[in-house]
């Protein structure tokens, strides 16, 4: 069945109630959606939200209450978390505001930021062998704002933007597998650097 037909049955059936519209925004342009590339998303209790386009998915017929949601998602990080379903879910009218659940995606290497983003790129390695480090995160010590996580090849990157006006930044990883390490680099405006980050291991 075509997601877009959702709306025109919806009207149709008395049985279906519109519970929420689940958003998929971008963690790097704020307040708007996922750019392009698929997207996944599932909520536990066996519910399985329509797509209506990569960023948007209705919820329909839910009870109220907690759910627990997945969302994967191309050039996305993806990501676990929770959402509040209304005590009383509406009735579906095209003409009617309905609740939006935004779910926020961090981009992830291979994103395709726009030209004259500033960027830091880089890898986290363990200095014991020198392999990659997995399930970790990484921030600039100077503004925890700018963080992100790095992927299972170690890579990482962080979008400065507007929020960067220092001279040298220091990059901070930690990963539970391979541990905590720093180093520094020295961002340029409308560039792209690059900067490999020695992880020690805390035992």
Known sequence: MNPGNMRFIAMQRDSIRLTAALTLMDGYYAGARIIQGDSTLKLNRGVMPIKKSNALYAAVNLEPGEYAASVSAQYYFS??????VALSP???DPDQDIPTIPITLQPRPGYPFPPGATLIQGTAFSDWNGLPATEGVVRLLQDERIASRIDSFGRFVLALGDAWSGDEAIV??????CGEGSAAVRPRAGQSVF???????LS
């Open 195 to 201: 900067v490999n980050v020695a992880l020690h291991n």
């Open 172 to 177: 901070y990883v930690f990963s539970r597998d």
């Open 79 to 84: 990501a676990n978390t929770s959402i509040q």
């Open 90 to 92: 509406i009735t579906y």
